[in-house]
């Protein structure tokens, strides 16, 4: 039976990363269908929110702890500050780069989290940590030049639009970094499903809102396929890798999902060749793996110090 858990967790773990990483082709694709990225945020979060508020109600019904008005609080800037500013910068920036270098970029949350620990909580950081930092920054440059070169070859923005584009997903990347770094204390006091399914609902009704506020209705006029994209973006890339991630962490331990995540990484840049066409060059191979190797360092070097 324990056998059985851990290889469903595996599963799931991969089939979390594989949703996750399928997130930017629909986006890419939809951009393809001429939707603005405001309009596909909303309707991302409008075909997800009923389901992160069942989930709401459901764990509710199951947790007595009550919520203080310091919780909400907290629920309220973590959700603006990981899952809509995080989102929002990450949707523009896939309007300039490849997905094969946003999800690379997307991917160095981990070297982000070291630093914000190490700057907020007065942590040393090793030379092992460093060289790694060191090795995955490399890899993102060797992907920029690939992305850069790839871009103006085909009259694109070259480096000023790749360098807009990657700025405005790292900046993605160090929002979803400042809020795991601040998510650890109301994870452990309403349990991460919880916290989860209320971040996302703050961060459903900001995005929203901000459609409310800036597009008129008539921007809602698509085409059926945009509509198709934006609901599968909501279930497969949005819904159902969190709570089969939530699954794989319950029953492998999350530096083993984490681990397993790193196929992301592959899966996009696989999915990326197959549905928008992109090119795979050496260098792109090769500042993948660097990426690839300094994360998963500092992936067990973080599981070590959480075991000492």
Do not use: C
Not at 75 to 89: A, I, K, N, P, T
Not at 130 to 140: D, F, K, Q
């Amino acid at each position: 039976m324990v056998k059985s858990d851990a290889l469903l967790g595996v599963i799931f773990a991969l089939l979390a990363a594989v949703g996750f990483s399928a997130k930017a082709i629909l986006v890419k694709l939809a951009y393809l269908d001429h939707v603005d990225t405001i309009t596909l945020l909303a309707l991302r979060m409008a075909f997800a929110v009923p389901f992160f508020i069942a989930s709401a109600i459901w764990v509710n019904s199951r947790n007595a702890v009550p919520l203080v008005q310091r919780d909400w609080l907290t629920v309220l800037v973590l959700g603006l500050l990981g899952y809509f500013l995080s989102s929002l910068l990450d949707f523009l920036g896939l309007l300039y780069i490849s997905a094969g270098l946003e999800r690379l970029i997307l991917f160095l949350y981990p070297t982000m989290t070291v630093v914000l620990s190490a700057l907020i909580f007065n942590k040393s950081i090793g030379r092992k940590v460093m060289v790694a930092m060191a090795l995955s920054y490399a890899g993102i440059v060797l992907v920029f030049l690939h992305d850069a070169g790839v871009s103006r070859s085909s009259g694109e923005l070259g480096h000023a639009g790749v360098l807009l584009g990657a700025g405005l997903v790292f900046a993605s990347a160090l929002s979803y970094s400042a809020y795991l770094v601040g998510a650890g204390h109301a994870i452990q006091r309403m349990g991460a499903t919880r916290f989860t399914a209320y971040a996302s609902i703050v961060a459903s009704i900001a995005s929203i809102l901000q459609f409310v506020l800036t597009h008129p209705l008539t921007a809602l006029n698509l085409s059926v396929h945009a509509y198709e994209l934006s609901i599968a973006m909501a279930i497969f890339s949005t819904v159902l890798p969190v709570f089969l991630l939530s699954y794989a962490i319950h029953h492998i331990g999350s530096s083993s999902s984490s681990l397993i995540g790193s196929v992301g990484l592959v899966a996009t840049i696989a999915l990326a060749y197959f549905f928008l066409g992109e090119a795979v060059s050496l260098l792109q191979i090769a500042g993948t793996l660097l990426v690839l190797a300094g994360v998963v360092t500092i992936s067990l070097n973080s599981s070590k110090d959480r075991q000492s």
